[in-house]
């Protein structure tokens, strides 16, 4: 077998089965042409690594090398993929700030109106009552109720004691039938009327009970 170039220089072909260069001739049955290097000299064609075994043309030629090519000044210690942050790894929340909550004094429990049964925590220091959801009691189903600081509740710690002081509201509230016109102590059961809503004050802090 030889492989030799063409008379005009453009190809390689086996002269065993061929008497000339099949690609000049316009044979198609040979398969593809390959391009080859204008610079290319008469030098055996230089097989790819594996052809000697799959590639019969290739059978009595000469390979280069068989060893991966390997970068010059290559650091093999340098990672092979930049590492990246895993988005869904779980975060560790603040334990302390995550177990805080405003504990419970008492309650308002609706007894007319809509969403009769609905109860309303009482916490800590001031609490206002409003439509509005930046009330700490938001009573949003009732329209007749300012928006915002229609009354405040206030829990004193020190003493122990609960009281009703009015707002902003532009309505009269009232309890136990009487209006609001100064700020009132609450006790168990007293009634609260404020907008079309009464509720039932109810205390967990109390003289018998507290913490």
């Not at 700030?97 to 009482?122: C, T």
């Not at 902003?168 to 039938?177: M, P």
């Not at 509720?199 to 003289?207: A, G, I, K, Y």
């Amino acid at each position: 077998m030889a492989i030799i170039r063409c008379d005009k220089g453009l190809h390689y072909y086996n002269n065993s089965e061929y008497a000339s260069c099949p690609y000049c001739s316009g044979d198609n049955s040979i398969g593809q042409t390959i391009p080859l290097d204008a610079n290319a000299g008469a030098a055996p064609v230089a097989a790819p690594v594996g052809a000697v075994q799959t590639d019969p043309q290739f059978a009595d030629t000469e390979i280069l090398n068989d060893n991966p090519t390997v970068a010059p000044d290559f650091d093999s210690n340098f990672p092979a993929t930049t590492p990246v942050q895993d988005v869904n790894k779980t975060i560790a929340l603040d334990d302390k700030k995550n177990s805080e909550v405003s504990p419970v004094r008492g309650w308002l429990v609706v007894i007319e109106g809509e969403k009769m049964g609905m109860d309303f925590r009482i916490c800590t220091a001031r609490n206002s009552i409003g439509r509005s959801s930046s009330n700490k009691i938001a009573i949003d189903f009732d329209k007749a109720i300012s928006k915002e600081n229609a009354c405040n509740i206030v829990y004193d710690d020190r003493n122990n004691v609960f009281y009703i002081i009015g707002g902003d509201s532009q309505n009269n509230i009232y309890v136990n039938n009487e209006i609001l016109l100064e700020k009132q102590k609450l006790v168990d059961n007293d009634i609260i009327e404020i907008g079309q809503t009464k509720l039932v004050f109810r205390s967990l802090c109390n003289e018998t009970f507290n913490y």
